[in-house]
């Protein structure tokens, strides 16, 4: 069975860094690109970033560019999602999101989510 | 950025009903080779992560209910939910996947009457 677990979030002033992690089991890791999706308070769904399967291409949003940085480790089947320089709008719940292997960009698996709250 | 619009913003009907859920794209998400829109849905139930139910506009996910269907073509699309049911209730969001960033509509939330 598919099991992305989030972890690393919290409460964090403005400005400040927080590294995001997803554990990823139940499937081939190193075959899969991965995604972070973010969801404001009471609001709709964000594409924040993916990765290629290989490690070697990344992908942010406009507004998380040059803050955010996605990394993996295919090696211990994790994506990390280091957030810096972050401001109230990044509060969030954070998705970790397993691409699909036969549809490009299209999210199949998602993690259960972890909250981000920036305020000071 | 590719801009999906969602309409309505909510509705309500009842058990056993017909719900209609429009997309629109600012764009078209068609990709030549085998006419294929990029385009999918997806549905989130209150305190859970969504969940993928149709890609290429109307293939249904593995284990999504056959009251679940998708239709559209160029920049228009429709989920539409047959025979609804008290499970149901939850957000449904399309997505388009044709270009970087991927971007979702606003959301329908479906309510029973």
């Known amino acids: 069975e598919v099991h992305l677990a989030e972890s690393g979030g919290g409460l964090v002033q403005p400005g400040g860094s927080l590294r995001l992690s997803c554990a990823a089991s139940?499937?081939?890791?190193?075959?899969?690109?991965m995604q972070w999706v973010r969801q404001g308070p009471g609001k709709g769904l964000v594409w924040v970033s993916q990765?290629?399967?290989?490690?070697?291409?990344?992908n942010y949003a406009d507004s998380v560019k040059g803050r955010f940085t996605i990394s993996r480790d295919n090696t211990k089947s994790t994506v990390d999602l280091h957030m810096s320089s972050l401001r109230a709008e990044d509060t969030a719940v954070y998705f970790c999101?397993?691409?699909?292997?036969?549809?490009?960009?299209?999210?199949?698996?998602w993690g259960q989510g972890i909250q981000v709250t920036v305020t000071s | 950025d590719i801009v999906m619009t969602q309409s309505p913003e909510s509705l309500a009907v009842s058990l056993g009903e017909r719900a209609t859920i429009h997309c629109k794209s600012s764009?078209?998400?068609?990709?030549?080779?085998?006419?294929?829109?990029?385009l999918a849905w997806y549905q989130q139930k209150a305190g859970q992560s969504p969940r993928l139910l149709i890609y290429?506009?109307?293939i249904r996910e593995s284990g999504v209910p056959d009251r679940f269907s998708g239709s559209g073509s160029g920049t228009d699309f429709t989920l539409t939910i047959n025979s609804v049911q008290a499970e149901d209730v939850a957000v449904y969001y399309c997505?388009?996947?044709?270009?970087?960033?991927?971007?979702f509509g606003q959301g329908t939330k479906v309510d029973i009457k």
């Open positions: 999101v397993r691409g699909s292997l036969s549809v490009r960009n299209v999210s199949d698996h």
């Open positions: 139940g499937f081939t890791f190193s075959s899969h690109l």
């Open positions: 990765i290629t399967s290989d490690g070697r291409s990344s």
């Open positions: 764009q078209s998400v068609l990709f030549g080779p085998g006419d294929k829109h990029y």
């Open positions: 290429w506009t109307s």
């Open positions: 997505q388009q996947y044709f270009d970087i960033p991927p971007t």
